[in-house]
């Protein structure tokens, strides 16, 4: 009983060595392992941030593509009719911009406007006078979408206070009998006629007294947060708060960018100043009356010299975006402009191009104007690193603005799952195989170890279990041998005395045969000479062997085999098929003493597939169902009382399948009611 506990300290002591050792080993590995995967991380955040900057940069490429193109159009563009080719010739023809629907290189552009220097708001898509609709071949359905456009392009402007409702109506719309006046040819009248709808005037209207006509314009480039309340703030981006700094560096650096830009413009904005005042003075000066297009008198075009600022844009209160400039013409300021949808505006440029760039497998893209979003994308899901999710979900990949006139709209990409790439996926593979390779091998050193210990423990066992079953009967045989030489023993006495001597020197010789057997097992030494036996004679041999050992333990045998595979041959080695035999009986009389049925059942009988099957039953109480497989290892007994009780050295069974898987025959063992049943196969000759 002591030798157990001290063989489950062992176990324990191999299983923390084990254990100590695999930390020491997995621990520096995950370090480094998390080292590197933490430097592919960054390194992968970085090319992630080029790819954004790269982005931006094809935006801003594609917006300035898009507003060279507007701002390249002519002042008269904006008009109905304008003059084509040689002004001597007179040749009017429709604007580029009055064509429906609207055609624009801008994406979601609603309609072009104009604001004259008395507030009057006019547009491209109608003549000055609309009752001349059929003579440019507009149709009553087409004349009708294009006022419906106009009163939506007047209605957005007038809620965004651009352009100033009238207070009291105007004339009412002449008939469409009335004739068309005369168009000026010089200076073209540029305003909504008498047929605008009541809430829009066709001459100037009273205006309030606070406000000046255009006013509203000069307003729409300073700050206005107010603007914004219905729309999150950049600060309210869901960003790390360990990355704030960094948002806030950055808005630093936009800041200065922004002082820089506006001292220069502040210096530009000087010489102009200086340019409208002398524009002023030169429009003092009296002019030549313009001369009109007459049907007995040739058309003459007279063209005045004007200055066109740059394009500017903004957004409005209610969202959408507005694309204007500033003319002077004659001393007298227009405002030109384009309505714009701001969905359609970000979808067809900046959705687009992000969605189709790599970057958008790991960021997510805010756009902002004057600190209020006014646009979010979200990222595609993409395979990403095991801890980006809790280290750089949120951080802030890149802050950016767009050139002018879209100088104050930032593009703020921040991490939602930075993608492994592929030096992060073979680095996860690696660690992969590294820890399976780790737990596997030391799961293997611990189960090696542990087989060592437990086969030196049942060595140990068979050691004393063999110094007991040699001790036993040598002691008997001594005591035996002194009584007989002695004369101590009756004459009655002797003879049972010499059964006694011979029984024990029997189980002495089986005893020395099963370790001298083992010990040529374990060398692979074991020697077969296999020769052809009937089954009768083998049967008889048998009978001879055991018989006296079965009766003296006080059991009886039962031989019995099919009178048809009596002559049938089987090739084995008859001295051990004998040893076999022998070990199986030796083992069924042990585990079977206290059976209420003593008896031991030899049958023989052929099987379907041609073979011999021996069968050896007892009537004991059998072996555990999860011990069956195990009772054929070397120095392996049962662990219940049964076997506590009996003596036994662990190797009569091991011996049992070696010595047959040498005579290429076989052996299995099942559980009868009662008893255990040992089955032997061979195959006939």
């Known amino acids: 009983m002591a030798r157990r506990p001290l063989a489950d300290k062992t176990l324990r002591r191999l299983r923390l060595i084990l254990v100590l050792f695999f930390l020491a080993l997995a621990i ?130 007038s809620d965004n206070r651009l352009v100033q409702k009238p207070v009291r109506r105007q004339l009412a719309r002449p008939a469409p009998s009335a004739p068309a006046p005369e168009v000026d040819a010089a200076r073209p009248r540029l305003g909504l006629s008498s047929s605008a709808p009541s809430s829009i005037a066709s001459a100037p209207a009273p205006m309030e ?41 950055a808005l630093v650096q936009t800041q200065r960018k922004d002082a820089t830009r506006e001292r220069e413009v502040g210096r530009s904005e000087e010489t102009q100043k200086l340019k409208r005042s002398l524009r002023k003075e030169q429009s003092l000066l ?52 384009l309505l714009i949808d701001s969905q359609q505006f970000i979808n067809g440029v900046i959705q687009a191009d992000f969605y189709q760039a790599a970057v958008s497998q790991g960021s997510s893209l805010a756009i902002a104007y004057q600190g209020g979003v006014i646009a979010t994308l979200a990222s595609h899901n993409s395979p990403r690193y095991l801890n980006s999710s809790d280290d750089l979900q949120g951080t802030l990949l890149l802050l950016s603005r767009l050139a002018e006139p879209l100088s104050r709209m930032e593009l703020i990409f921040s991490v939602s799952s930075l993608p492994a790439g592929p030096g992060g996926s073979v680095l996860m593979w690696t660690a992969l195989v590294l820890l399976m390779v780790l737990t596997g091998g030391f799961y293997l050193l611990y189960r090696l170890g542990a087989k060592q210990i437990t086969l030196a423990r049942q060595q140990q066992d068979f050691v004393s279990a063999v110094s007991h079953e040699l001790k036993t009967p040598l002691t008997s045989i001594r005591m035996y041998g002194e009584m007989l030489r002695e004369g101590w023993a009756s004459e009655d006495k002797r003879l049972s005395y010499y059964d006694y001597i011979y029984e024990e020197s029997e189980r002495l010789t089986r005893l020395i045969n099963n370790v001298l057997q083992l010990a040529r097992m374990s060398r692979h030494d074991l020697h077969v000479e296999l020769k052809p036996y009937s089954v009768a004679q083998l049967l008889d041999t048998l009978r001879s062997k055991v018989s006296s050992q079965v009766e003296r333990a006080g059991f009886t045998l039962n031989i019995n085999c099919d009178e048809a595979i009596k002559q049938k041959q089987i090739e084995v080695d008859a001295d051990y098929f004998t040893q076999v035999i022998i070990n199986l009986v030796d083992n069924a009389l042990k585990f079977s003493a206290k059976a209420e049925r003593r008896q031991i059942d030899i049958h023989c009988q052929a099987l379907r597939d041609g073979s011999l099957q021996i069968s050896l039953r007892d009537y004991g109480p059998g072996i555990p169902k999860e011990q069956l497989r195990k009772v054929f290892r070397l120095f392996y007994r049962l662990e219940n009382e049964l076997t506590r009780e009996t003596v036994g050295t662990g190797i009569g069974l091991a011996l049992v399948r070696e010595l047959l898987t040498a005579m290429h025959g076989s052996i299995d063992v099942v559980n009868q009611t009662p008893g255990v049943e040992f089955r032997l196969g061979f195959s006939l000759v």
């Open 28 to 157: 520096p590995t995950g370090l480094l392992l998390k080292q590197s995967y933490s430097q592919l991380k960054w390194e992968a955040f970085h090319q992630h941030r080029v790819l954004a900057e790269e982005l931006v940069a094809r935006i801003d490429q594609r917006y300035s593509e898009l507003i060279a193109r507007e701002d390249a159009r002519a002042f008269t563009d904006y008009a109905f009719l304008n003059v084509t080719g040689d002004a001597r010739a007179n040749l009017l023809q429709r604007s580029p911009l009055a064509a429906f629907p609207v055609a624009s290189n801008i994406p979601g552009a609603l309609g072009y406007f104009q604001i004259d220097h008395s507030g009057r708001f006019t547009t491209p898509l109608l003549p000055e006078y609309e009752a001349s609709t059929a003579r440019y071949g507009i149709g009553t359905a087409e004349l009708s979408q294009r006022r419906d456009l106009r009163d939506h392009i007047y209605k957005v402007l």
């Open 286 to 337: 009296p002019e030549k009356p313009a001369g009109r297009i007459t049907a007995s008198q040739p058309a003459r075009i007279s063209t005045f010299e004007s200055e066109v600022d740059a394009l500017e844009f903004s957004v409005l209160d209610d969202g959408h975006f507005v694309l204007y400039r500033k003319v002077w013409r004659n001393g007298q300021r227009y405002i030109q402009g």
């Open 209 to 249: 007294e606070a406000v000046t006509p255009q006013s509203a314009f000069d307003q729409l480039q300073e700050s206005k947060p107010e603007a914004y309340s219905k729309t999150p703030r950049v600060a309210d981006l869901k960003l790390e708060k360990k990355y704030e700094d960094r948002l806030a560096q």
